[in-house]
């Protein structure tokens, strides 16, 4: 896979397809190959460049120097309104998907992210709006301590230690996605397995969890800003997500104006197979809305 030079750091990425870019953001910890290869090859058929690529400080990306911390204390900090002493912030990760743009002679491009990557993708949108021609939030906040609140269960499952083990590593990962998922999309055991297995041989960089976690604390609510964001916006989210709560999805969507609110029932923290057509739909729609948009404003001068 390519790297390009971006923000100062070294993005690994991988494009699908031919047609309008779709960039595609993971969340916290994760790979580009959390994005499963069935899934990018599905949009790219829908006529999209399907670029998916490794955050900083996960993968085969820069890795940044500093210290990790423990993400439990960090997240006791937040709550209680006390600063967090972040490496870098979503500002910076935003700044590096724009430099991937830039990189890969892009100008403007649909981004879709979930969890940390839903919240890389609406700071984007804000402190780079020509770049983006629709943002789409999947299970994901609009920012602020009050949508730090999980059920225990599923910030225990996500921040139990693990050793560095492959074999530890992967079923750790089936723990993790059965107990985030919801009660009508389980995750698929085999995928879940697959896709550790191959994480932990590109790259197992457990530092890079926490400094993802303290950039997310650290930065805040986004919801005055994402009043301002003009592009057509879908905001996708499950019913059953113990880790972020549906009242987080509804937030973002009233914090951006005349943004697509779609809570789907029995959905939880996770992208099973069961849930990729309703969830490429809802994409390849508010592209086109995107690209409707882009024309009419392209007509206009």
Same mark, same amino acid.
């Given at each position: 896979?390519?790297?390009?030079?971006?923000?100062?750091?070294?993005?690994?990425?991988?494009?699908?397809?031919?047609?309008?870019?779709?960039?595609?953001?993971?969340?916290? #910890?994760?790979?580009?190959?959390?994005?499963?290869?069935?899934?990018?090859?599905?949009?790219?058929?829908?006529?999209?460049?399907?670029?998916?690529?490794?955050?900083?400080?996960?993968?085969?990306?820069?890795?940044?120097?500093?210290?990790?911390?423990?993400?439990?204390?960090?997240?006791?900090?937040?709550?209680? #309104?006390?600063?967090?002493?972040?490496?870098?912030?979503?500002?910076?990760?935003?700044?590096?998907?724009?430099?991937?743009?830039?990189?890969?002679?892009?100008?403007?491009?649909?981004?879709?992210?979930?969890?940390?990557?839903?919240?890389?993708?609406?700071?984007?949108?804000?402190?780079?709006?020509?770049?983006?021609?629709?943002?789409?939030?999947?299970?994901?906040?609009?920012?602020?301590?009050?949508?730090?609140?999980?059920?225990?269960?599923?910030?225990?499952?996500?921040?139990?230690?693990?050793?560095?083990?492959?074999?530890?590593?992967?079923?750790?990962?089936?723990?993790?996605?059965?107990?985030?998922?919801?009660?009508?999309?389980?995750?698929?055991?085999?995928?879940?397995?697959?896709?550790?297995?191959?994480?932990?041989?590109?790259?197992?960089?457990?530092?890079?969890?926490?400094?993802?976690?303290?950039?997310?604390?650290?930065?805040?609510?986004?919801?005055?800003?994402?009043?301002?964001?003009?592009?057509?916006?879908?905001?996708?989210?499950?019913?059953?997500?113990?880790?972020?709560?549906?009242?987080?999805?509804?937030?973002?969507?009233?914090?951006?104006?005349?943004?697509?609110?779609?809570?789907?029932?029995?959905?939880?923290?996770?992208?099973?197979?069961?849930?990729?057509?309703?969830?490429?739909?809802?994409?390849?729609?508010?592209?086109?809305? #995107?690209?409707?948009?882009?024309?009419?404003?392209?007509?206009?001068?």
């Amino acid at each position: 896979m390519p790297k390009a030079q971006s923000n100062g750091i070294d993005i690994e990425y991988e494009e699908f397809g031919q047609g309008t870019p779709l960039v595609l953001i993971m969340g916290l #910890g994760a790979q580009l190959v959390h994005w499963p290869d069935d899934f990018c090859q599905q949009l790219a058929s829908r006529g999209f460049r399907v670029v998916r690529f490794d955050n900083r400080d996960s993968g085969l990306s820069s890795k940044i120097q500093g210290r990790a911390g423990n993400p439990r204390l960090l997240i006791a900090r937040a709550l209680a #309104g006390m600063p967090i002493d972040a490496i870098y912030t979503l500002n910076d990760m935003a700044d590096d998907v724009a430099g991937l743009l830039d990189a890969l002679g892009i100008d403007s491009a649909h981004v879709a992210g979930v969890s940390m990557g839903g919240m890389i993708a609406q700071t984007l949108a804000i402190l780079h709006p020509h770049r983006v021609r629709s943002l789409t939030s999947i299970m994901s906040t609009p920012g602020g301590r009050r949508y730090m609140l999980a059920k225990p269960r599923a910030l225990r499952a996500l921040f139990r230690p693990v050793r560095p083990v492959r074999e530890h590593v992967v079923e750790n990962a089936v723990h993790v996605f059965r107990t985030i998922a919801g009660r009508r999309y389980p995750p698929d055991d085999t995928l879940v397995r697959a896709t550790a297995g191959s994480a932990f041989d590109r790259g197992f960089f457990p530092a890079g969890f926490v400094r993802h976690t303290a950039a997310v604390l650290a930065s805040g609510s986004r919801a005055g800003a994402l009043r301002f964001v003009r592009v057509p916006s879908l905001v996708l989210h499950g019913s059953d997500d113990p880790l972020i709560f549906p009242s987080a999805a509804r937030a973002t969507a009233r914090a951006i104006p005349g943004a697509r609110l779609h809570i789907i029932d029995g959905w939880g923290h996770n992208l099973p197979r069961a849930i990729w057509p309703t969830v490429i739909e809802e994409i390849v729609q508010i592209a086109q809305r #995107g690209d409707q948009r882009a024309s009419t404003r392209s007509a206009r001068t």
